[in-house]
């Protein structure tokens, strides 16, 4: 199969590949880089990073991609701080913004007074139009199978072809792709690229500590849990998972007041950052359906060597 190009904007990869935002702190400079100069599209987390931090993330990512390739910044919608973290991504002259967790107009007049191209994460036909008309340069479908917050219950091959057909901007499928005949299925649906994030998260480049891609590697499952914002979130079983169930609260030793609405059931924040450090049995480890199919850490040169192997065969 020979690979569609995909164009967003300025943007033409050689790979219609984009790399998931994965917050907080799996995926920043080396992971995003790394992605970009193995021809796909890096995106550097927002979620939960200081200004000055996500300034110097996206300097060493340019570094190492030599100014070429693209590089693009998550800003999570429902954060507190989410218009200071996109002001600082359009300062520094990023590729594009991808938001998700909901959706303004004032972020499209911001990527448009910057010249940037903003991405629209959705899950619907009602919000991908919406999305187009208010200036998105492409929407990614999230189907019920990704990792992190979740907006459907809808599987993402039932929401794909609907989207597809309901807008004229680029496509991008997201939730639970980690192969290369998962790949051709969902441009075969109609969508013009892919978005890829659990895989990515176990490869050598990612910016998580070593027991974070170990977890991942020796998962079996995924659950789905209440999240503080008010969505359902898919993560990987664990001693935290257990912990929330029901109407359980967990101890917060320090609200920072990182979202726009938190129940405060637990810190989610401190979760997450957890996981990232190392303590994933006690923190949030966000992963997509099907991360039984990720059993080896390699890295991104490779899993795109597998992928390109993947979708010729399949």
Same mark, same amino acid.
């Given at each position: ?32 880089? $790394? ?7 890096? !995106? @550097? *987390? #927002?979620? &939960?990073?200081?200004? /000055? ?34 002001? $600082? ?7 594009? !913004? @991808? *938001? #998700?967790? &909901?959706?303004?107009? /004032? ?208």
């Amino acid at each position: 199969m020979k690979m569609p190009e995909l164009k967003i904007a300025h943007m033409k990869p050689k790979w219609p590949i984009i790399q998931g935002g994965m917050g907080v702190g799996i995926s920043l400079s080396n992971l995003a880089s $790394a992605v970009s100069n193995a021809g796909g599209i890096g !995106i @550097i *987390s #927002g979620t &939960g990073l200081p200004v /000055d931090e996500l300034r110097s993330h996206i300097r060493k990512a340019r570094e190492k991609t030599q100014g070429a390739g693209y590089i693009g910044v998550n800003c999570l919608y429902a954060m507190s701080d989410f218009a200071v973290t996109m002001k $600082a991504a359009l300062e520094e002259k990023v590729d594009f !913004i @991808i *938001s #998700g967790a &909901g959706i303004s107009r /004032d972020m499209y007049n911001w990527g448009k007074a910057y010249d940037t191209p903003v991405i629209s994460i959705v899950s619907s036909a009602k919000l991908a139009k919406m999305s187009e008309k208010l200036g998105a340069a492409a929407v990614v479908v999230e189907g019920n199978e990704a990792g992190g917050h979740l907006g459907t219950e809808e599987p993402l091959f039932d929401l794909l072809p609907e989207i597809a057909e309901a807008v004229d901007i680029p496509v991008i499928a997201a939730g639970g792709i980690t192969s290369g005949t998962d790949v051709k299925r969902a441009l075969d649906c109609g969508a013009s690229g892919v978005q890829m994030g659990t895989r990515f998260a176990a490869s050598s480049e990612c910016d998580a500590s070593q027991s974070f891609k170990e977890k991942i590697i020796q998962a079996k499952e995924t659950v789905l849990m209440d999240s503080v914002v008010g969505l359902k979130g898919r993560a990987i079983a664990n001693n935290f998972t257990e912990s929330i169930k029901g109407d359980a609260k967990l101890p917060i030793n320090k609200c920072v007041s990182c979202l726009k609405k938190c129940s405060h059931q637990y810190c989610i924040y401190q979760a997450l950052l957890s996981s990232m450090n190392g303590d994933t049995d006690n923190g949030l480890v966000f992963s997509g359906a099907g991360v039984e199919r990720v059993n080896t850490i390699k890295s991104v040169q490779e899993i795109f060597l597998d992928l390109q192997n993947e979708i010729a065969y399949s």
